[in-house]
């Protein structure tokens, strides 16, 4: 009997050991648990989970999205391409499985097709694509508790209405919206995640814009067969105003600021001023019509409209400028040549009559009476007129712009010298409106 007992416990002994020293493949094990709770009969994708706590309410699918990059923000097809990581995680009770005391963490899966998903579409997607390059860019994992998080890398082309009004000192506001495509509210409700939902990549640059800040909403929406849920992250952009300072204000500037040197130019000059002001009336056309071929035709007035639209007024004042000095220097000339012809006609009129006054005899015997012109000083009238003709003969008072303006013989020069003065205080007027009315709707606008 001792001897039984000996035998039995060396046996036992053995037995532990071995099983101690062999090593168990854990990769096996998965295997046997993916193919004992998605086997046949026991698992059916086309059944959503249950709710919280296994009730019958909706099932609870939490999202949150890691921004890789932004490739383009196109103004004209108001559009933007995105291309993200887009995770989702709900629970699915039917999917828990025993891990080994905590050596199977989670089992990962590449067919999404293997158990129920949310069906989740962005309602404000243009063009999408999934990314296969070298493997599809696609995991779920499936957690001992039931737990499901699928994960994939996409690329979107979204709509975004822009409001071109301030441009290029606006903010322009661009969507993601994702919603359920079937399920209503009663079945499926998306959530974001909470704590950090959306994440952008810190290096992100583009072109012509900078990412101020995004903030997360819900956009729930009712129709004729339901309420279904959705979810909306606002990407919240900034237009770079230094790219359009450098390409479009300076240069028009510039361009107004040349046409003013034809004011400077001698009224004589004809080919020169011409040629100046109808070639920067041009350049001026040209870019106008550059800077609009960028933009979508909207019906209303943007900011840029009314720089170019103001500038390119400038530009075709002072050819019209010129056109009233070539007008005014021609009349001067006609002036000048009627003043010439009638002095002369004046001197030949003088000359004959002094001929005709040598013929008159001097020694005629007639007399002549004459009152005496000047009156006493004791005459009481003559105190009188003397009053009257020192009230009405004071000196006028002289006026600065008369005076100055006098210096100046021709109407021509007259008009140039104003204009001189005149077309860069109004445009610095205008630049002083200009820029503390947008910016501040601009300021009013971000508050």
């Not at 300072?245 to 361009?255: A, G, K, S, T």
């Not at 004809?270 to 909207?298: D, H, K, Y």
Request: glycine share 4%; proline share 4%.
């Amino acid at each position: 009997m001792y001897t039984h007992t000996l035998i039995a416990l060396i046996v036992h002994i053995i037995h532990v050991t071995v099983c101690t020293n062999v090593k168990i493949n854990f990769r096996e094990k998965e295997k046997e648990v993916l193919d004992q709770i998605l086997g046949t009969g026991m698992y059916d994708a086309r059944i959503r989970p249950s709710g919280v706590n296994g009730t019958d309410g909706p099932a609870i699918v939490r999202v949150n999205l890691f921004v890789r990059s932004i490739a383009t923000i196109s103004d004209i097809k108001m559009e933007y391409s995105v291309q993200l990581t887009f995770r989702e995680q709900w629970l699915d009770e039917r999917l828990k499985f025993n891990d080994f005391g905590g050596r199977l963490k989670y089992l990962t899966l590449t067919e999404a097709n293997r158990v129920w998903m949310p069906d989740l579409f962005f309602s404000n997607e243009k063009e999408g694509h999934f990314h296969n390059i070298i493997m599809p860019n696609v995991y779920i994992r499936i957690f001992p508790y039931g737990s499901v998080l699928y994960s994939i890398r996409i690329s979107l082309t979204l709509s975004c209405p822009m409001n071109l009004k301030l441009y290029p000192l606006d903010r322009q506001i661009c969507s993601l919206r994702m919603a359920s495509y079937g399920w209503t509210t009663d079945d499926l409700v998306f959530l974001w995640k909470e704590g950090d939902p959306v994440q952008v990549v810190k290096n992100l640059h583009l072109p012509r814009f900078t990412l101020e800040k995004f903030l997360t909403d819900y956009c729930n929406s009712k129709t004729n067969t339901g309420e279904y849920s959705c979810l909306k992250v606002d990407l919240i952009f900034k237009r770079e105003f230094s790219y359009y300072l450098i390409q479009i204000y300076i240069p028009c500037c510039m361009l107004v600021i040349v046409s003013w040197v034809s004011f400077w130019l001698d009224q004589g000059a004809v080919p020169a001023r011409v040629s100046l002001g109808v070639t920067t009336l041009l350049t001026m056309a040209t870019q106008t019509s550059g800077i609009n071929a960028s933009l979508p035709p909207v019906s209303y007035t943007k900011a840029i409209d009314v720089w170019t639209g103001v500038c390119l007024t400038f530009v075709f004042g002072a050819l019209l400028e010129f056109a009233l000095v070539n007008y005014a220097s021609r009349s001067d000339m006609h002036r000048e040549n009627m003043k010439k012809q009638r002095r002369q006609c004046e001197l030949e009129h003088a000359a004959s009559m002094d001929a005709t006054s040598d013929l008159i005899d001097t020694d005629s015997n007639a007399t002549f009476a004459m009152k005496p012109l000047v009156r006493h000083p004791g005459d009481p009238m003559s105190l009188e007129k003397v009053r009257q003709c020192e009230i009405h003969m004071q000196p006028a008072r002289p006026n600065c712009c008369r005076s100055w303006l006098s210096k100046f013989p021709t109407r021509s020069k007259r008009i140039d010298v104003i204009s001189r003065i005149t077309f860069p205080l109004v445009f610095a007027l205008f630049n002083v409106i200009y820029w503390s009315t947008y910016l501040f709707r601009e300021e009013a606008e971000e508050s």
